[in-house]
């Protein structure tokens, strides 16, 4: 749910055979080639190339702060209202954003959805959010979900992300509907695994999506759709609940929203009990490995779902062994710290670090520890909207079955930030 970017796109274009070029600050000068990076804009978290992941790991770390009082700094605010199209739509970055957006303009939802957050959690941006929301819900597909690139099969995922965007935002999804009359809640439920599923421990977790028509469990579409479920955003506020998180329940309610979140808590409070952390197999990997985002994950959504001392461990773990995953990464440290707000951890004293400076380090220098809305004059600081460049054809083959679901479960949580 929270930080993986450049294996979505990677295999989302695979899919579609493109890609889309970057996009960003009306000053920021587009590469010369499909090869060159892109120059980081100054407003921009993060240094590595934000070509798959600027609007994720800006709205993370602009949510981040704010959940914690720190005031971003207004240009940041700024950067992130400057790449929202017309349309109401994000692309993943925009290097041009003097350049309307247009037919050629890959948009994104998973991006859309994380701006969503952001910009409502600050406060000021109800225009723009509206907006987003409008876009989110003219790209819902007639099964009641969504797709990473509009116009393709509905993922778990996304349609996660989105419905928490628009719980976020103040709408109920299961009143927001498809030309077909699907709701946003009947296009998730399909991908969770249910009470025949085997092995039993599977019961509970959701698919990315169906593999010849199997449902394989996937950690990173579980945790998204447990906040999904119980209408909630990645900034889970601290609670008093405590209760240990139990298995999916048998015969299970298809139609009730919290009843699926709960299977999904209790799939994910089960699965960390092993090492204290999820574990994926990669790509052209013989042996799984410590999943560092997925585990963060988990943990947001085990809190979301009351059930803090079930997520204990994990904590744990990451305190001791996400430091490397995270140096540098504005989604990883923004991730962190929304995992440490959630079970009231301090993420100023995690495992020896203090998250919240890290995060600072990685943009430009935060106004302060408020909370006041950071409002952008539509008429002086929100640059054009823009389009993006001209894609480039990606020769990256055929990407199918459980490789896609694979690539995409690790969406925003590796190596990309």
Same mark, same amino acid.
């Given at each position: 749910?929270?930080?993986?970017?450049?294996?979505?796109?990677?295999?989302?274009?695979?899919?579609?055979?493109?890609?889309?070029?970057?996009?960003?600050?009306?000053?920021?000068?587009?590469?010369?080639?499909?090869?060159?990076?892109?120059?980081?804009?100054?407003?921009?978290?993060?240094?590595?190339?934000?070509?798959?992941?600027?609007?994720?790991?800006?709205?993370?770390?602009?949510?981040?702060?704010?959940?914690?009082?720190?005031?971003?700094?207004?240009?940041?605010?700024?950067?992130?209202?400057?790449?929202?199209?017309?349309?109401?739509?994000?692309?993943?970055?925009?290097?041009?954003?003097?350049?309307?957006?247009?037919?050629?303009?890959?948009?994104?939802?998973?991006?859309?959805?994380?701006?969503?957050? #952001?910009?409502?959690?600050?406060?000021?941006?109800?225009?723009?959010?509206?907006?987003?929301?409008?876009?989110?819900?003219?790209?819902?597909?007639?099964?009641?979900?969504?797709?990473?690139?509009?116009?393709?099969?509905?993922?778990?995922?996304?349609?996660?992300?989105?419905?928490?965007?628009?719980?976020?935002?103040?709408?109920?999804?299961?009143?927001?509907?498809?030309?077909?009359?699907?709701?946003?809640?009947?296009?998730?439920?399909?991908?969770?695994?249910?009470?025949?599923?085997?092995?039993?421990?599977?019961?509970?977790?959701?698919?990315?999506?169906?593999?010849?028509?199997?449902?394989?469990?996937?950690?990173?579409?579980?945790?998204?759709?447990?906040? #999904?479920?119980?209408?909630?955003?990645?900034?889970?506020?601290?609670?008093?609940?405590?209760?240990?998180?139990?298995?999916?329940?048998?015969?299970?309610?298809?139609?009730?929203?919290?009843?699926?979140?709960?299977?999904?808590?209790?799939?994910?409070?089960?699965?960390?009990?092993?090492?204290?952390?999820?574990?994926?197999?990669?790509?052209?990997?013989?042996?799984?490995?410590?999943?560092?985002?997925?585990?963060?994950?988990?943990?947001?959504?085990?809190?979301?779902?009351?059930?803090?001392?079930? #997520?204990?461990?994990?904590?744990?773990?990451?305190?001791?062994?996400?430091?490397?995953?995270?140096?540098?990464?504005?989604?990883?440290?923004?991730?962190?710290?929304?995992?440490?707000?959630?079970?009231?951890?301090?993420?100023?004293?995690?495992?020896?670090?203090?998250?919240?400076?890290?995060?600072?380090?990685?943009?430009?220098?935060?106004?302060?520890?408020?909370?006041?809305?950071?409002?952008?004059?539509?008429?002086?600081?929100?640059?054009?909207?823009?389009?993006?460049?001209?894609?480039?054809?990606?020769?990256?083959?055929?990407?199918?079955?459980?490789?896609?679901?694979?690539?995409?479960?690790?969406?925003?949580?590796?190596?990309?930030?």
């Amino acid at each position: 749910m929270i930080v993986r970017r450049s294996a979505a796109a990677l295999a989302a274009s695979a899919v579609l055979c493109v890609g889309a070029a970057p996009a960003a600050l009306a000053d920021t000068a587009p590469p010369a080639s499909p090869s060159a990076p892109p120059v980081i804009p100054s407003g921009l978290y993060g240094k590595n190339d934000p070509t798959y992941d600027g609007v994720w790991r800006q709205s993370f770390a602009l949510l981040a702060q704010h959940t914690v009082g720190v005031k971003p700094a207004r240009e940041a605010v700024v950067w992130l209202v400057g790449q929202q199209c017309d349309t109401g739509g994000f692309a993943s970055f925009r290097p041009n954003a003097a350049v309307a957006c247009d037919a050629k303009t890959m948009y994104d939802t998973n991006a859309t959805a994380a701006a969503v957050q #952001a910009l409502k959690a600050l406060g000021g941006q109800d225009a723009a959010v509206k907006q987003s929301v409008d876009w989110l819900k003219s790209v819902q597909n007639e099964d009641g979900g969504w797709s990473y690139v509009p116009g393709t099969p509905s993922d778990a995922n996304s349609t996660a992300l989105v419905i928490s965007a628009l719980a976020v935002a103040g709408e109920k999804p299961a009143e927001v509907k498809s030309k077909a009359g699907k709701s946003a809640y009947e296009g998730l439920f399909p991908f969770q695994l249910g009470c025949a599923a085997e092995p039993a421990a599977d019961r509970g977790a959701f698919a990315y999506q169906p593999v010849d028509g199997k449902l394989i469990a996937n950690a990173d579409a579980t945790a998204a759709a447990a906040l #999904a479920g119980l209408g909630k955003g990645a900034a889970v506020v601290p609670s008093g609940a405590d209760t240990p998180a139990a298995a999916l329940t048998c015969p299970a309610n298809g139609a009730d929203p919290a009843a699926a979140a709960q299977g999904a808590a209790g799939y994910l409070a089960e699965a960390l009990k092993k090492d204290g952390h999820l574990t994926a197999l990669t790509p052209g990997a013989d042996q799984p490995t410590a999943d560092t985002g997925n585990t963060a994950d988990a943990v947001i959504a085990l809190a979301a779902a009351g059930h803090k001392q079930s #997520a204990a461990g994990a904590m744990e773990w990451l305190k001791a062994n996400s430091a490397q995953w995270a140096q540098g990464s504005p989604a990883g440290l923004g991730t962190l710290i929304l995992a440490a707000h959630a079970t009231g951890t301090d993420p100023k004293s995690f495992g020896g670090t203090d998250l919240v400076a890290a995060l600072n380090a990685t943009g430009p220098a935060p106004q302060g520890a408020d909370t006041d809305a950071t409002t952008v004059d539509s008429e002086k600081d929100k640059l054009p909207s823009g389009g993006q460049n001209i894609w480039w054809i990606i020769g990256a083959g055929a990407v199918a079955g459980v490789g896609i679901g694979i690539l995409l479960s690790g969406r925003r949580k590796k190596n990309q930030l």
